[in-house]
């Protein structure tokens, strides 16, 4: 038996036999899933898998240009044929949620509580290996030896933590428990103080690697987010045509909407360009401070369209319509900032709120009336000190409103819909893709 003790005293026990570690054979891992598990296969062809003793498990990172995942033979070998596949689904749905590239929040370490959280759900409980954290369930209960070797902090922090998690409900996203986990006061306030998130107090559970995962450059970041839409996509439409094995229905509705392209958001993006924000600024060294040249660096004017997306929820806008469109505007959100708000007759000013940059939420129909154009535009004229134009998501069936004013207005048209009006040149009219 060979113990491994993480930087914060928990040990993790593995006991394998020298002929096992010897006899173990990844790709017959790999084999078996290619058969059972369309979606998991058709993301692993896409990997590079390179084994090492670096890390003490596995872990999936994008580096150098290339998704690589990573992983240890001893602790592989240790795991019974069932859990091998459950840490390999593992590593493979935190590549389809884009965890390592564009969904990061910070405190990372709870961050990488959350998105362990998320995806353990998806997987069947018995293929989970022991250390894992699942909602509803207590964390691997420490033994006296890491105790020992662990700092009270440490040891009131992992306590807590396990009660929250045993609390929590299944089959919920990764903002969701990263927002359950920080309202917790005693976690929210260590994580206000601490420098170092593994060192000072936070229990460094889980049975992957997420190291590395911070270390990428902007530029890094935005091809390996190419590469694995491009991945994703591949593994969406081949569980399509093969079946989706042990991922459910609900799983698999998220992952098309994942995929969706209905709207090309960049190109809506673009025609926003004019009316940006010009007062975010950031520091560069290639501008000239004006009034310490050579001595603090200049700075440059960030130019960030700032819009609000209002949705028709009257009574003739069809649920499934509206419900891939919230799925779209979470591909809106990997982009932008943008305010949403919902109307029928009335704009429903209570349940608009800013969506924040890279947040994924689930919205739902709360609204069913009538419709009024003219409601939102003057909604939008009122809070124009919030945002530089607007888009209207609609079937486009209600009197025309008045101009905006300033204001740039876009109609945004869902499939085989038109305006029931002549539009203003000033507006800008997409129509959605069927």
Known sequence: MKKETTSNGISRSINVSQSDIDNFKLQSHLVDLLWDEPFYSRILRSLNKIETEEIPTAGVLCKDGEITMW???????????????????????HLAFKHTTDRRNSPHIIWNYATDLAINSIIPYDELPKGGLVPGYHLEPLTNDDMENMTKENIDMFNVLSSLIASFPQN????????????????????????????????????DDHEGWDEM????????????????????????????????????????????????????????????????????????????????????????????????????????ILENFYGELNSLSSRTDFYMYKFDAVVDDKSG??????????????????????????????????????????????????????????????????????????????????
């Open 353 to 434: 709120f800013l969506w924040k940059k890279g947040k994924r939420l689930k919205i739902e129909r709360t609204m069913h009336g009538g419709t009024s154009f003219q409601s939102v535009t003057k909604h939008a004229i009122k809070n124009k000190k919030n945002f530089d134009g607007y888009i209207i998501f609609t079937d486009g069936c209600a009197p025309k409103p008045s101009p905006s004013h300033g204001l740039k207005r876009c109609w945004l048209l869902m499939p085989n819909c038109e305006l029931s009006f002549k539009k203003n040149n000033s507006d800008i009219l997409i129509q959605m893709k069927s």
């Open 217 to 320: 450059s902007a530029e890094a970041r935005e091809m390996m987010k190419e590469k694995l839409g491009e991945i994703l996509k591949s593994a969406v439409e081949e569980s399509n045509q093969k079946g989706w094995g042990s991922i459910s229905s609900q799983v698999a509705i998220t992952l098309n909407k994942m995929i969706s392209k209905t709207i090309k958001w960049e190109d809506v993006l673009k025609r926003f360009c004019g009316f940006t924000r010009r007062d975010d600024r950031q520091s560069s060294t290639k501008r000239l401070n004006r009034k310490y040249p050579a001595i603090h660096p200049g700075s440059k004017k960030i130019y960030k369209p700032r819009i609000a997306v209002y949705v028709d929820e009257s009574g003739s806008m069809p649920a499934s």
């Open 172 to 207: 919920k996203t990764s903002e969701y428990y990263f927002e359950k986990l920080m309202q917790n006061e005693t976690i929210k306030e260590h994580a206000e103080k601490s420098s170092s998130f593994l060192s000072d107090g936070f229990p460094d559970v889980g049975f």
């Open 71 to 93: 992983w240890n033979r001893r602790f592989l070998a240790s795991l019974p044929k069932n859990k091998v596949k459950g840490l390999i689904k593992h590593e493979c749905l």
